[in-house]
């Protein structure tokens, strides 16, 4: 996935206000995106983190408020998984991917495969970071949907782990997730988008949501939406992944969800994105 964004730390905009009303009150100097430095973070072993958020990660990037960066995540599927399933060739798989479940053996408590964090320079706890979504596209031809036994909406229709790899058509801009069942997948999102918690909290998973922002799995923010995430350690330290070709309101199974196609077709989860933010104070 591509996408275009902007991170704006607003000065003085404290907790309970700047989550709730303070979403439009930033504060201090713009800077132009026309001035801005430009940086490129893609997927390693040594610029992820998997199922975590933590304000003592050492940050892979360090960015001056207004800067660009363009930024890809990585699916969290083990990549033997899609190999195995025949819908896409091996060569389908990034490298970068298995390099990341064959290198990254520090994991969780949460599932997410995150890039980052990105550290930006001057951000302090009581600053509000703002998130322009320039541009999303998908940058795979797959994704996948996973039921966990016992889980979500239907739990007792899904007693055993249910999986699918499912291929996507990115010039047409849709998927098939069932025979003769085709979904758009023209408003591809990132399912988290998070800063590291409060340095008391210590390591938290990426699976719940909270004041840090996290994984938020909110279909609407898409390319040219705004996110105001309060900032609550030195750096704000951003990290992004989780990445969703299609969703509905939610995720019915646990993971990404059509809506549109209710009856045993849950989605599209797991799409690689590439990003760009830009910083401003």
């Known amino acids: 996935m591509r996408a275009l964004s902007s991170l704006r730390p607003a000065r003085n905009l404290h907790a309970p206000s700047a989550v709730a009303g303070a979403l439009l009150l930033v504060t201090g100097v713009g800077v132009s995106a026309a001035c801005a430095a430009e940086h490129t973070l893609m997927p390693s072993p040594k610029t992820v983190h998997i199922g975590y958020f933590l304000a003592t990660v050492k940050p892979v990037l360090s960015i001056d408020s207004g800067d660009i960066v363009t930024i890809e995540s990585a699916a969290s599927i083990v990549p033997a998984v899609v190999d195995q399933s025949g819908v896409v060739p091996p060569g389908a798989v990034p490298q970068y991917q298995r390099d990341i479940y064959g290198e990254v053996k520090d994991r969780g408590p949460g599932p997410h495969i995150l890039t980052g964090p990105i550290e930006?320079?001057?951000?302090?706890?009581g600053d509000v970071l703002e998130?322009?979504?320039?541009?999303?596209g998908l940058a795979l031809d797959w994704g996948?949907?996973?039921?966990?036994?016992?889980?979500g909406a239907l739990p007792d229709e899904f007693t055993a782990i249910w999986s699918r790899v499912i291929p996507i058509d990115r010039q047409a801009k849709t998927a098939e997730v069932a025979k003769g069942v085709v979904v758009p997948v023209d408003k591809p999102f990132f399912g988290t988008m998070?800063?590291?918690?409060?340095?008391?909290?210590?390591?938290?998973?990426?699976?719940p949501p909270g004041v840090h922002s996290g994984n938020m799995d909110n279909k609407d923010l898409v390319a040219g939406t705004t996110l105001f995430m309060p900032v609550q350690a030195s750096g704000a330290l951003f990290s992004a992944g989780d990445a969703h070709a299609a969703q509905g309101h939610g995720e019915v199974d646990l993971t990404a969800i059509v809506t549109q196609v209710v009856d045993g077709t849950k989605g599209i989860h797991g799409m690689i994105p590439k990003s760009i933010f830009v910083a401003q104070r």
């Open 144 to 151: 996948f949907n996973r039921q966990r036994p016992y889980t």
């Open 131 to 136: 998130v322009r979504i320039l541009d999303i």
């Open 194 to 207: 998070g800063l590291a918690p409060d340095p008391t909290l210590g390591r938290i998973s990426s699976g």
């Open 120 to 125: 930006i320079r001057g951000a302090e706890p």
